[in-house]
């Protein structure tokens, strides 16, 4: 409780059986700081590599966060705007998105996400492949940045370059969260098991996203297939408050 006073500025009743017992009031000069909420509010989908499923994974875990957050926002920060552009297909087509997407303002995306979390919405960043710096800068303000991998030999091998820009970020932020999500998981792909093990040896999310045709189809409509992103929300949430 005493965590929650000083995260918030706010003064906080405890009670029993309904009657005020005391006030936990913030020590002087204690104000809203940037704690680590239980419930994250800016979540990044991040990887150097191109293709790995950051936009797939971004917009369904935005549309499994929508079942339960009133407003959910994904951040476009890639310049090929999939994102976007997913989100004007299904306009053009009248289907409503459980979240709204927009475009990131490249140059002052740390502020914009900021902003929109203090606003109250959940944020999801999509960022492009291959820029180091909209990567920095997105997990900087992010509560927690998910890495997706494919379960080849190639791409746990490629994942070395993000995880060492990544593992400086967490030397540098007190704060910092990051853990790998396997995508396009196969069961009955021995490589799919293989690289799985590989990855125990990172910091990574227990929930695998299957390999399923439902994704490959779901551009421009609202993601329905939302069993694992649950999963991996609740995941993330679980993490988080261990960590209070
Ligand atoms: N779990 C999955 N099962 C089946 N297909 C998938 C899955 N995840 C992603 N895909 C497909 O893989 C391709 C790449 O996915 P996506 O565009 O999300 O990757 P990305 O990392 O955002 O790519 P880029 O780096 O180019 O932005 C897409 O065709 C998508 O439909
Ligand atoms: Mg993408």
């Known amino acids: 409780m005493i965590r929650r006073v000083e995260a918030t500025g706010e003064p906080l009743v405890v009670t029993r059986h309904g009657t005020a017992l005391a006030t936990i009031v913030p020590a002087e000069g204690a104000g809203p700081q940037k704690a680590l909420p239980a419930t994250p509010h800016i979540i990044a989908l991040a990887s150097l590599k191109g293709g790995v499923g950051k936009t797939?994974?971004?917009?369904?875990?935005?549309a499994a966060i929508a079942q339960e957050q009133e407003r959910v926002v994904v951040l476009d920060a890639d310049e090929e705007?999939?994102?976007?552009?997913?989100?004007?297909?299904?306009q053009a087509e009248r289907v409503a998105?459980?979240?709204?997407?927009?475009?990131?303002?490249?140059?002052?995306?740390?502020?914009?996400?900021?902003?929109?979390?203090?606003?109250?919405?959940?944020?999801?960043?999509?960022?492009p492949p291959n820029n180091r710096e909209i990567l920095k800068s997105a997990a900087t303000v992010a509560d927690v940045v998910l890495v997706p991998v494919l379960p080849t030999g190639l791409d746990v091998d490629r994942l070395a370059t993000t995880l060492e820009l990544l593992?400086?970020?967490?030397?540098?932020?007190?704060?910092?969260?990051?853990?790998?999500?396997l995508n396009r998981f196969d069961a009955r792909k021995g490589m799919a098991h293989e690289a799985n093990q590989a990855l125990n040896a990172h910091p990574r999310l227990e929930t695998v996203v299957k390999s399923l045709s439902a994704y490959e189809k779901v551009f421009g409509r609202a993601p329905v297939e939302l069993g694992q992103f649950r999963e991996i929300w609740a995941e993330i949430r679980a993490a988080l408050e261990d960590e209070q």
């Not at 797939?56 to 935005?62: E, Q, S, V, Y």
């Not at 999939?82 to 299904?90: F, P």
């Open 56 to 62: 797939t994974l971004a917009m369904h875990l935005a």
């Open 81 to 90: 705007v999939s994102a976007l552009r997913w989100q004007q297909h299904a």
């Open 97 to 127: 998105l459980p979240f709204e997407v927009m475009a990131a303002d490249r140059n002052t995306l740390m502020r914009q996400a900021r902003r929109l979390a203090q606003e109250g919405c959940t944020v999801v960043i999509d960022t």
């Open 167 to 181: 593992t400086d970020l967490e030397a540098a932020l007190p704060s910092f969260n990051y853990a790998i999500v």
